[in-house]
């Protein structure tokens, strides 16, 4: 027997102790690594595992749960299962719970839980008792094939029903069953079908080939969607139909039918096709008006154009009085010519809605200078007085379309000047702030002391055609589209427009208009007389018509510039590559080569002759064409008959060098 205190049994003690801990060590390492793998597994697998005590709060769940319910799953450690459980399925949940055993569950138990955002999610659960008395657990997304279930109980319930036709088929497309409206349609019985693809069938050479690799593209994918397309009956009637196909799926989430659902849309198809071709023949029909109405402008915009500039020329020579007050009667009566030609092509373009605003930074009082230089003499001739005022907190500039708002503020001081006949008429402008930042509305005010408006006759002055009454047209003339076309200029400027009685007697005409404010600069100074003095300047006039010329060539001299002509694009181009010009007015519509195509390749000619200024000088006037000019390369565009003020105020420019495409880069 070994004494306790024998060296030798001592350490066989110890190196038995020792081994057992090395042991338990190693067991315990393995044990903790295979949980370690356990676990990571279970973290990968798309089914929700949960573990509960048994009290039946979450000890243990899988990242599942967050793509499956929302939320963390690591913030529901801790809660009760149960409360995610919706109350009519509580009692279910229960009771499968107390029926649970500790061997591996077999039965899977539909049941539904609340989302974290509220909505419902079909489960099915099954579930093993553990010895502490807990439970382990898996739970299945279902809901969709719930889903598609229930929509496929609700659509085999009404299928017989219907007068859509349905049909259901197998996972590979083949028929399975189609309804009674289906047969009736096509003449297909089931049990001949029975099988076969529906296109197979349904489709023939007059079907969309496009369509038919897009259905069967969608079913490859098994995927729901929608179609529209050309199908024969089995005697070769062809009709239209709309059809909603949907896959349905099995418990495991696996496509096993398809259903179909088709509308017969023939008569539908015909009326749209009808529609269509109507639409397309009103449309063949607007351009053909439209192309009249540019051939109209252009024609008659020539002719105008002669007239004016011939009456201003015989204005500027000497006359005794009769011969002055005839030529004078001349050239007004050619503006009311004109004014109406505008207001005919305004009412055109508005009417199919080619009216498109500029969005160009302008100075307010530069634009009611326009107006006031442009009515002045008018104002003169009458013996009124016409006044106008800004107030000091109007923005100086602003992006929006001068040109527009020129036009409105010339037709209502035009009105207001030929309904009066003693007194003034007045302009003033104001400003508001916009609820959006950097954005203000502009008020203007035409106040005259003229013959007034009737209340009765208020509401019918902005529709088109329409004047106060049926002696206004023959007392004062006009086309009565004027205030039409002002309203709808002002509607598109993002105002209002509107008219009231004046205290003093007459009528007051406001409108507003919305426009963007631009960093303050300092307005060019207004131009005042076309025979302003700047240094004579090397002009080219481009322009096939020999009037247009003469009127132009005759202005331009009187102002003190040298002036050579070019017939022809052509010849434009080639005087250019012969001659220093400071600017050149260039017509777009010249034969052969015109007007856009001259200018294009005067720009790539070299550094110097390609930098000119060219300014557009057009009877253009009907479609937006501006912009597709100005693209070509053009530095600014002039509508005929010339308005000598413009004209003189562009040369200003010129000489002044703001033309310069060097400077600019």
């Known amino acids: 027997m070994t004494h306790p205190d024998d060296p030798d049994d001592q350490q066989s003690r110890s190196l038995a102790h020792d081994l057992h801990v090395e042991a338990s060590t190693r067991l315990t390492e393995a044990f903790v690594a295979s949980e370690a793998r356990m676990r990571q597994r279970i973290e990968l697998l798309a089914e929700i595992v949960f573990e509960t005590d048994a009290n039946g709060v979450i000890i243990f769940l899988n990242r599942a749960w967050s793509a499956a319910m929302g939320g963390d799953?690591?913030?529901?450690?801790?809660?009760?299962?149960?409360?995610?459980?919706?109350?009519?399925?509580?009692?279910?949940?229960?009771?499968?719970?107390?029926?649970?055993?500790?061997?591996?569950?077999?039965?899977?138990?539909?049941?539904?839980?609340?989302?974290?955002?509220?909505?419902?999610?079909?489960?099915?659960?099954?579930?093993?008792?553990?010895?502490?008395?807990?439970?382990?657990?898996?739970?299945?997304?279902?809901?969709?094939?719930?889903?598609?279930?229930?929509?496929?109980?609700?659509?085999?319930?009404?299928?017989?029903?219907?007068?859509?036709?349905?049909?259901?088929?197998?996972?590979?497309?083949?028929?399975?069953?189609?309804?009674?409206?289906?047969?009736?349609?096509?003449?297909?019985?089931?049990?001949?079908?029975?099988?076969?693809?529906?296109?197979?069938?349904?489709?023939?050479?007059?079907?969309?080939?496009?369509?038919?690799?897009?259905?069967?593209?969608?079913?490859?994918?098994?995927?729901?969607?929608?179609?529209?397309?050309?199908?024969?009956?089995?005697?070769?009637?062809?009709?239209?139909?709309?059809?909603?196909?949907?896959?349905?799926?099995?418990?495991?989430?696996?496509?096993?039918?398809?259903?179909?659902?088709?509308?017969?849309?023939?008569?539908?198809?015909?009326?749209?096709?009808?529609?269509?071709?109507e639409k397309l023949r009103a449309e063949s029909a607007n351009q053909e008006k439209s192309m009249f109405l540019a051939n109209m402008s252009h024609e008659l915009r020539t002719p105008i154009t002669g007239v004016?500039?011939?009456?201003?020329?015989?204005?500027?020579?000497?006359?005794?009085?009769?011969?002055?007050?005839?030529?004078?009667?001349?050239?007004?009566?050619?503006?009311?010519?004109?004014?109406?030609?505008?207001?005919?092509?305004?009412?055109?373009?508005?009417e199919h809605g080619e009216i498109k605003l500029e969005k160009t930074p302008f100075f307010v009082r530069l634009v009611i200078q326009n107006v006031v230089d442009l009515m002045r003499p008018q104002f003169a001739a009458k013996g009124l007085t016409f006044s106008w005022s800004i107030a000091p907190d109007v923005p100086t500039r602003l992006e929006g379309d001068p040109a527009r708002l020129q036009q409105i503020l010339y037709n209502l001081v035009g009105n207001a000047l030929k309904f009066t006949r003693a007194g003034e008429v007045s302009l003033s402008v104001s400003v508001r702030e916009d609820a959006e930042p950097g954005y203000h509305h502009l008020d203007f005010k035409v106040s005259d002391t003229g013959i007034g408006i009737p209340e009765e006759a208020v509401n019918r002055l902005f529709r088109p055609f329409v004047q106060a009454d049926s002696s206004t047209t023959r007392r004062f003339g006009g086309t009565g589209l004027g205030l039409w076309i002002c309203q709808r200029l002002v509607h598109l400027m993002g105002g209002s427009i509107g008219v009231r009685p004046n205290e003093g007697g007459g009528s007051v005409f406001w409108f507003d208009i919305r426009a963007l404010g631009l960093p303050e600069q300092s307005a060019p100074r207004p131009y005042e007389s076309p025979r302003a003095r700047i240094r004579p300047l090397n002009v080219l006039i481009a322009d096939d018509n020999d009037i247009n010329r003469l009127i132009v060539r005759a202005g331009l001299e009187r102002m003190g510039h040298k002036v050579d002509e070019a017939h022809s694009g052509a010849e434009a181009i080639d005087a250019v590559a012969a001659n220093d010009y400071d600017v050149i007015l260039m017509d777009m519509q010249m034969p052969v080569v015109d007007g856009r195509t001259a200018t294009v390749q005067i720009r790539q000619m070299d550094a110097n002759r390609g930098q000119i200024p060219i300014i557009a000088l057009t009877a253009d006037a009907v479609l937006d064409h501006r912009g597709r000019y100005m693209a070509s390369g053009l530095d600014d565009f002039l509508v005929k008959p010339v308005d000598w003020n413009i004209l003189a105020r562009i040369l200003e420019r010129v000489a002044e060098g703001e033309f310069s495409r060097i400077a600019n880069g």
């Open 73 to 277: 799953a690591t913030a529901m450690i801790g809660k009760v299962l149960r409360e995610r459980v919706l109350f009519e399925d509580q009692f279910l949940f229960d009771a499968n719970l107390e029926t649970a055993t500790q061997t591996t569950s077999t039965e899977r138990i539909p049941i539904r839980l609340r989302h974290d955002d509220g909505s419902t999610v079909w489960m099915e659960m099954s579930i093993v008792l553990l010895a502490d008395g807990g439970h382990l657990g898996a739970l299945r997304d279902i809901t969709r094939q719930r889903r598609y279930q229930e929509e496929l109980t609700r659509l085999s319930l009404v299928a017989n029903f219907t007068d859509n036709f349905v049909i259901i088929t197998d996972a590979k497309g083949r028929i399975e069953w189609v309804n009674a409206a289906f047969t009736k349609r096509t003449g297909y019985q089931l049990k001949d079908i029975v099988g076969l693809v529906p296109g197979h069938i349904l489709q023939g050479n007059d079907t969309d080939p496009v369509e038919v690799e897009r259905i069967r593209e969608n079913l490859r994918q098994q995927r729901a969607f929608s179609s529209k397309i050309l199908n024969y009956t089995s005697t070769g009637e062809t009709y239209w139909t709309m059809l909603h196909v949907n896959p349905i799926l099995d418990n495991d989430g696996v496509v096993e039918r398809f259903i179909s659902v088709q509308s017969d849309t023939t008569e539908l198809h015909s009326a749209q096709m009808r529609a269509e071709f």
């Open 308 to 350: 004016l500039g011939l009456a201003d020329l015989l204005l500027g020579t000497e006359l005794n009085e009769t011969q002055r007050k005839y030529v004078e009667i001349l050239r007004s009566s050619t503006g009311v010519l004109l004014a109406v030609l505008n207001d005919v092509l305004d009412f055109s373009k508005i």
